[in-house]
């Protein structure tokens, strides 16, 4: 078995397609950061993993040896209560990491990305009414973050959350990387990853083999395999633009949280209002 790791020291915490996978393989090419092998490591969130205790999920950074920085990415952790009330028991030091991405861009990228697992079959404004739908993947509640933000707030200090924009990641992304890296203590390096584009929207070529893959725990045994896996099982898409009447109805929904959110970070969130 393999032994027990270092203890995180930062997690990357939501938002869901708001470039978590980027940032995280950014970070994982740096020299002095480890990174779980697995990106979302769902520990904090799922029951089952959560059952198998504090001695496995170390485990997930046995690879850490000397790195400054270890750390995992799982971006429903700042949705989700129980997830934020179990990192500040285990993790009460833990530097947070949080990227927010315009709300309405953010859940029609959701819709897309569950779209590809055969998990969703409707149109994108039935699903927005369908309140079981909702509550099971969070297309609109995920993306009030000013709320989120709150609950992390209530358990961490502000200097142990760091707020960025995933429209800063897109367009100075070398910048907001450096940033990223100096707060976690490492120091910024250049790295040719941060052209490339990660978890970009796509369909499963065999969602057989995306079961069999879970079942084995390929994923947890085979992370290398698993990667290559699983590249090889996504064909990338174009998607239809959203339509404007329901691009119009979410902005007027987002807006009272988007001013709550710009108030409580100091930026500028006008943008999203278009």
Same mark, same amino acid.
């Given at each position: 078995?393999?032994? @027990? ?25 740096? @020299?002095d ?10 520990f ?6 959560y059952? &198998? ?32 009330? &179990? ?8 530097q ?9 861009? &953010?859940?029609?990228?959701h ?12 149109s994108?404004e ?8 909702e ?15 709150? &609950?992390?707030?209530e ?8 707020v960025?924009?995933?429209d ?9 990387l450096?940033?990223?890296c ?7 390096v250049?790295?040719?990853?941060v ?15 995306l079961?069999?893959?879970?079942r ?22 174009d ?36």
């Amino acid at each position: 078995m393999t032994g @027990p790791g270092k203890e995180p020291t930062f997690l990357i915490v939501g938002a869901a397609k708001a470039g978590t996978t980027s940032l995280a393989a950014y970070l994982a090419g740096h @020299p002095d950061v480890c990174l779980a092998a697995q990106k979302e490591v769902h520990f904090f969130d799922r029951e089952r993993r959560y059952a &198998r205790g504090w001695e496995w999920y170390l485990e997930q950074f046995a690879a850490a040896g000397n790195a400054l920085a270890v750390g995992e990415a799982t971006p429903s952790y700042m949705w989700m209560p129980k997830a934020v009330k &179990r990192i500040a028991h285990h993790l009460p030091h833990a530097q947070l990491i949080a990227i927010l991405r315009n709300p309405v861009d &953010r859940a029609y990228s959701h819709y897309w990305h569950i779209r590809a697992f055969k998990a969703e079959s409707r149109s994108f404004e039935e699903s927005l009414d369908d309140a079981n739908l909702e509550a099971r993947f969070g297309y609109v509640s995920r993306g009030r973050y000013a709320e989120q933000l709150k &609950r992390l707030h209530e358990h961490f200090s502000e200097e142990q959350i760091h707020v960025l924009l995933f429209d800063d990641l897109v367009a100075q992304t070398g910048v907001t990387l450096a940033m990223v890296c100096s707060w976690i203590g490492v120091e910024p390096v250049e790295s040719a990853a941060v052209a490339d584009v990660h978890n970009a929207r796509f369909r499963l070529r065999s969602t057989r083999l995306l079961r069999i893959m879970v079942r084995t725990g390929v994923g947890q045994r085979w992370p290398t395999m698993a990667g290559w896996l699983t590249r090889l099982n996504q064909v990338q898409i174009d998607t239809p633009p959203m339509a404007s009447a329901t691009r119009a109805r979410l902005i007027e929904q987002f807006a009272p949280a988007n001013a709550e959110l710009a108030e409580l970070i100091g930026r500028d969130l006008s943008a999203w209002n278009h």
